[in-house]
């Protein structure tokens, strides 16, 4: 079942501020020893908050996310592609080797330059492990 305004930024506004109120009325009521109304309180933010967890994904994509521009056919991985991006943490080190994980700003595709939204993982083994022969 979709509900018509899922993705309206005031509905998660709405249930956020609303699940602020439960927490908040569950405290209050649980200092005044009333702890079955507290209970209930947390319960309903409870389900409140697993609500919102289901809505948040349903939010609409930027136009220019990397998905976005693959599903609209945009962007082809049929042909080289230049990544541009910002590395967003320090490079990891993995038992297989390392992690690179890059926010992207553009991407250059069949000679044009297009600016992107999204992130991408690069893992590659260490060198000296390329030129081993088994």
Known sequence: MKLPHITSAFFLTVFIAASLVLILAGLVLTRMERLFPAAIASLLCWGLLGF?????????????QVSSLLEQKRLSL???LRWHGYLSDEPAKLPWGYRLEVDLSEVQFEGATLPVQGGLRVSFPPLASCWQLR
Do not use: D, T, Y
């Not at 289901?54 to 220019?64: D, H, K, L, S, T």
């Open 52 to 64: 919102l967890g289901a809505c948040v994904p349903e939010q609409p994509r930027p136009a220019n």
């Open 78 to 80: 049929e042909s080289p």
